[in-house]
């Protein structure tokens, strides 16, 4: 921190006042509702947000009408009550007030006090302000009084002349029990007389109290809001202010209800938060910091606290070469941490390493750390207005205390830090994934997240550990969770940590980390051109598993873009190099590739291969190649075998609790029954269509509405199924899916046909037929292209010199004739009903 005079902070205050429309609309409906009872305002905020610059602001606002008077509970002898009645009645009594009553039993309560002291008016406070005082102690002539109520009541008789005055002090009956009173008590009347006396004041100028920095005379809240002793006074004076408005600036909202519930109709919440971003950047331009991006900088960075606003502002004026922000943090976590316990700030300085923390989180640190951890300081800490309730049990600390309280930490104590919560969120993920959702508030947390983060952090987690968290993160918590890692990793690259006691992680490897899951994420989005951007080169070595998975993901985009001679090259590649957990990934791949290109004995043969090298932990992939043997057989119009191994393959995703794997067998119900039950098809489709909007497969919405288009063709709904058509071609153009768009026009010839288009449904045919041979799959599709020519009597040589090349690479179990057999049955269903 700077060394510099605190008194430069005075300049904040005379800076002009920015927005709070909202506080100042409070204030004046509260000044109009003021009555017969108390009434108080309380503006909460925490440190630095401007508390007391709004007092002084409401103050200045305030009609001449009102009387006011401020207490700054910031000076530690305003925080006794004698002493902040003794400014009050100043400040009131400057303006007019009289305090007859309150002067003499402050005298009492004073001698009580100091019993050494002669009373005189040297002695005796207020003895020049009150004209009651005075003359009594010239009365007195200078004697001792010892310290009796009575003595200085009967006093009054020769001192007061006016007769109403000297009657209302004689008669007064609390005046003549000081006396008997112990000193408790005697405060207790002191206070009374006080209220009383502008009580009276009132009825012809109402009053405004302004109390400031309630939390340094109560600095540990306790979240019950019991605070027993240390304001019990204030809560005294205040409840007594009838016809006035109280207005008190604190940390923590009072929670005084819990001792009266008639506190809870008294009390006005009024909350102060950060300030707009057009305020801070009016602030700063008025404060002669105008260059855009500095501002920008500052004012993002200021989280809305005009206490950092100022302090830039300052470190501008003394040096305008220097950033706008340096410098500022230390004195902004002692701004936010003045009024906190010793011990709570340690605790607090490593929970500033979680970003969001419950309880548990909070107990697992300070058992490591052998700090209290019990929940007496748990609700201590979660009291104060920095830690900011999140939901169900979370909480946050602010964000502009994060940096500065690690900054208080040593490099191998924030390691530490890390690599404890670490094991935290590991346990709770373990525990999760067991059936122990002991809270519904993980569901707002992904634990692997947090694992894979604080590992990042603190140094103990390699590049292929994440993508294994990766996958568990997507059981738990959904895609959501990879994107919010993927957000980490990139975060880390750009400002790299280095950890304390070792070497900083590789970014090449940790680049690739967050490639390949990014890439894996828009393939199931269906952004073909997105997964390819992130995989420009795909000779990099594969034999760890984020290489591995880094070139499956490229491969894929390749092959979905139709360049599926470099799919297949780089999917062998990985299934020959890879020895570890990605090559049944691979082998899949693969497999289905090899009957994409029409080899389905070789690729049925290697999907057992593949389907025999899964381990139990491999339900996904056993979906996965169940679902690609499904496909297999749908393209062999062998429906029933297909229906078979679908209805494995979503066994095996339930199992899993493959979100997208489900989502996926849907879609492929959809396409399946628009073959064999079409009316169950359109209805499947609008399933599949509503849980992949959910996800944003763009791919996959383009093939359900495929799959609708065919059904609603079969059933005479033309109109519907031209509409699907135009639905899935959109959707498939956004996702790169060439060989899907060419399927699509296949199946939307068919309709063409029916409304008696002959000549565009073979303009479709072909145009199709030649997209398949580009892309290099679907020879059989192209053997079934050629013969609905033949069928609606399309004549286009160019169709059979494509069936020619297509033929030999068709390998079905079965033979070439069975299948045109099953081929034949399927193009007439689609063929009939032509007008």
Known sequence: MPIRPQYRRVSALQREFFDREGLL??????????????????????GGIGKSRLLQELRNRTPDS?????????????????????????????????????DIAYAVLWQRVHPQLQMNRRNTPFAEESDVLSKILDDAMGLPVFGTAA?????????????????????????????????????????????????????ERPYVVYVDAYEALVPAPLPGGRNFVADAWLRDLLGQLHGGLTVLASREPLRWAVYDEEWAAVIRRADLDGLPMSARLDLLAQAG?????????????????????????????????????????????QRFLQHVAADEVRILELLSTARTFDLHVFQAVGRAFDLPANLLTWESLTAYSFAYPL????????????????????????????????????????D?????????????ISPLREAVYHGLHGGDITADDIPRHADRAVALNGRQAVDGIVEDLRAYLAVPVVPAGGDDHPPAELRDAADCLEAESKLELGDTAGAIALTPSLDRPVRTLVGARLALAGANARRIAGESSLAATIFERVWTEHAGEARAAAGSCVADLRMWQGDFQGAFALADEVHGLCTAEDAVVRGDVKRLMHLGHRFLMDF?????????????????????????????????????????????????????????????????YTAMAMAQTRMGEYERAASSFDSAEAALERAGYRSGRARAAMFRAFLLWRRGDREGAGRLLVHAAREFEE?????????????????????????????????????????????????????????????
């Not at 300052?314 to 902004?332: K, V, W, Y």
């Open 151 to 203: 003595g200085l009541v009967r006093l009054t008789g020769r001192a007061i002349k006016n007769r109403q005055r000297r009657q209302l002090i004689q008669a007064d009956p609390t005046l003549h029990e000081l006396d008997d009173l112990s000193n408790a008590e005697l405060g207790h009347a002191v206070s009374y007389l006080f209220a009383e006396e502008l009580r009276s004041s009132a009825s």
């Open 391 to 430: 939901s169900d049990g979370w909480y946050r600390l602010h964000q502009l205390m994060i940096g500065a309280l690690q900054r208080h930490l040593s490099p191998a104590v924030r390691r530490r830090v890390h690599r404890e919560l670490r094991l935290h969120w590991e346990a709770l993920a373990r």
């Open 25 to 46: 609309a409070a204030y004046g409906e509260e000044l109009r509702a003021i009555g017969g009872g108390p009434r108080i305002l309380n503006v909460v905020g925490v």
């Open 289 to 333: 910091i105008t260059e855009i991006p500095r501002q920008r900088s500052i004012a993002e960075a200021s989280a809305g606290v005009p206490f950092y606003l100022h302090l830039a502002v300052d470190t501008h004026l003394q040096n305008p070469g220097r950033s706008g922000h340096a410098g500022t943090s230390e004195e902004i976590v």
């Open 640 to 704: 029933e075998s297909s229906a078979r191994l679908l209805a494995e393959a979503e066994a095996e995703y339930r199992e899993a609790e493959a979100v997208v794997g489900l989502a996926n067998v849907r879609t492929n119900w959809a396409e399946l029954w628009a073959f064999t039950s079409p009316g169950d098809a359109v209805a499947e489709a609008a399933a599949a269509l509503a849980v992949q909007r959910d996800l944003g497969a763009q791919h996959e919405i383009g093939k359900a």
């Open 432 to 444: 999760m994934e067991g059936g122990d959702r002991r809270t519904a508030s993980t569901a707002r």
């Open 775 to 835: 892309c290099q799959v679907y020879p059989s599709l192209i053997l079934a292209i050629h013969r609905a020519a033949d069928m609606i009597g399309v004549s286009a040589p160019e169709l059979a010199t494509a069936a020619d090349r297509a033929r030999p690479a068709v390998r079905p179990p079965g033979g070439l004739a069975a299948l045109q057999h099953r081929t034949d049955a399927v193009l007439s269903a689609f063929l009939e009903g032509a007008g």
């Open 66 to 102: 009102h009387r006011t008077a401020r207490l700054d509970l910031q000076l530690p002898t305003m925080r006794q009550q004698e002493d902040a009645l003794a400014v009050l009645r100043m400040e009131f009594g400057a303006q007019g007030v009289r305090f007859d009553r309150f």
